[in-house]
T-cell receptor, first 112, second 117 residues
Framework: QKEVEQDPGPLSVPEGAIVSLNCTYS??????FMWYRQYSRKGPELLMY????GNKEDGRFTAQVDKSSKYISLFIRDSQPSDSATYLC????????????FGKGTTLSVSS | GAVVSQHPSWVICKSGTSVKIECRSL??????MFWYRQFPKQSLMLMAT?????????EQGVEKDKFLINHASLTLSTLTVTSAHPEDSSFYIC?????????????FGSGTQLSVL
């Protein structure tokens, strides 16, 4: 079993839809959870950053972490064509200098 | 937010030559930088962790003699792909943590697409 599992999609939705992206993980030591957005042939851009369990909201984006289920989600409300990208979940146990473990990424396409 | 500059953004080279990729943290000091490799439609795979003033730590299966990493200052790390071959063609991305705290966010460069002919 991989440390981080993420459905690669592709996921296609109409403009204005609510999008739900998810990742599961196996390492219970993970404490820091992030969502990155990556456009084709560009570096990932940090979208959301969450420590431990709970919800975090930023504009149209909401990140949820359920450590008991080892499951994290990213919700996008009122999706826009500009949201079309690959979304990568990433997580870390948090020791100093520890790199992130990434999911494979979910490709999202929002049609106008 | 913090800015990480990476260049070149793309490079084409002949098989057997060496290629250097630079990663700079522009507005913060990065004690630790990370180098990732990404194949099409695949996730980012960590290659090595680069610490300023010391040797890099390579992930299992990554040849340290082929992928030379130098972290000479708190704002610059370089990855040199030596004697590149077509199988080294990939998207290479660096990242840096803006600080030493374990909860500091990680920021990424824009990536380098390497094509070896």
């Amino acid at each position: 079993q991989k440390e981080v599992e993420q459905d690669p999609g592709p996921l296609s939705v109409p403009e204005g839809a609510i999008v739900s992206l998810n990742c599961t993980y196996s390492n219970s030591a993970f404490q820091y959870f992030m969502w990155y957005r990556q456009y084709s042939r560009k570096g990932p851009e940090l979208l959301m950053y969450t420590y431990s369990s709970g919800n975090k909201e930023d504009g149209r984006f909401t990140a949820q972490v359920d450590k008991s289920s080892k499951y994290i989600s990213l919700f996008i409300r009122d999706s826009q064509p500009s949201d079309s990208a690959t979304y990568l979940c990433a997580m870390s146990a948090g020791q100093a200098g520890t790199a992130l473990i990434f999911g494979k990424g979910t490709t999202l396409s929002v049609s106008s | 937010g913090a800015v990480v500059s990476q260049h070149p953004s793309w490079v084409i080279c002949k098989s057997g030559t060496s290629v250097k990729i630079e990663c700079r943290s522009l507005d913060f000091q990065a004690t630790t930088m990370f180098w990732y490799r990404q194949f099409p439609k695949q996730s980012l795979m960590l290659m090595a962790t680069s610490n300023e003033g010391s040797k890099a730590t390579y992930e299992q299966g990554v040849e340290k003699d082929k992928f030379l990493i130098n972290h000479a200052s708190l704002t610059l790390s370089t990855l040199t792909v030596t004697s590149a071959h077509p199988e080294d063609s990939s998207f290479y991305i660096c990242s840096a943590r803006a600080g030493n705290r374990v909860d500091e966010k990680l920021f990424f460069g824009s990536g380098t697409q390497l094509s070896v002919l």
